[in-house]
């Protein structure tokens, strides 16, 4: 990503709307879906400036890893967690069948290889061990948002399962999410598209009413994510096993 880019969401992920609902969404998630085992380890991939890590300490001892020497610099002032420089898919700093769960949050569309990224990342899980993914969705909704976030790609929900099957993992489930704003969200990136409007990144916290609206509609999702598949959205949440007992 642009460096202006990581200093503007380590500024604003603690309060954005997009943010802080999809952390709640993630929880949810994971607390529904994933029986972790006591005293789980965890692994972050691509954790960026950091905001999700103390939501994943809810669940274990949590690692990270993150190319970026900016991103990682901006991390380690929110956390003391075990955060080390790292890139895939060669250059994963930890060891083979280590962790429970491996979470990846909008990290494959970054890579130009995300197979080979894909199949590094389940090469750190214990057999049976479990991984939580996020994309973007939909090349259509491809905006100046995704030029300045670095990414190769946008994802459709069977692309990315059959990515997951490469990679030799077992699917459990995916689904669309942000589904709810997702109208509000395509008219904005194709009006921008139309016009040739190149605003930073979508960055902007709203005023207070308005975030806090947005946020409690996006995060509502969390009743259903995980309960029923959502049949479009802004991203994808995929969740899969490595095979094991």
Known sequence: MEQQVYSRMAEIE???????ARRRILRAAIRRLV???????????????????????????????????????LARRKTAIQLREGRLPAKVPFEAE?????VALDVLE???????????LRDRLRPGGWMLITVPAYCFLWSHHDVVHHHRRRYRKKALVRLALAAELSLVT???FNTLLFPVVAVV????????IESADDS?????????????????ERHLVGRIGLPIGVSILMLARRPGP
């Open 204 to 220: 902007d916290v709203p005023a207070p009413p308005l975030n806090d609206l947005l946020g409690a509609v996006f995060a509502s």
């Open 35 to 73: 029986p972790l085992p006591p005293a789980a380890r965890l692994l972050e991939a691509g954790c960026g400036t950091g905001g999700n890590l103390a939501m994943l300490e809810d669940f274990g001892e949590v690692s990270a890893f993150e190319p970026d020497a900016r991103a990682r610099e």
């Open 110 to 120: 970054h890579l130009d290889d995300d197979l080979a990224g894909l199949k590094a």
């Open 174 to 176: 995916a689904t669309y």
């Open 98 to 102: 280590t962790f429970d769960l491996v």
């Open 189 to 196: 990136r194709f009006g921008k598209n139309l016009l040739g």
């Open 14 to 20: 603690g309060a954005h709307w997009w943010f802080v």
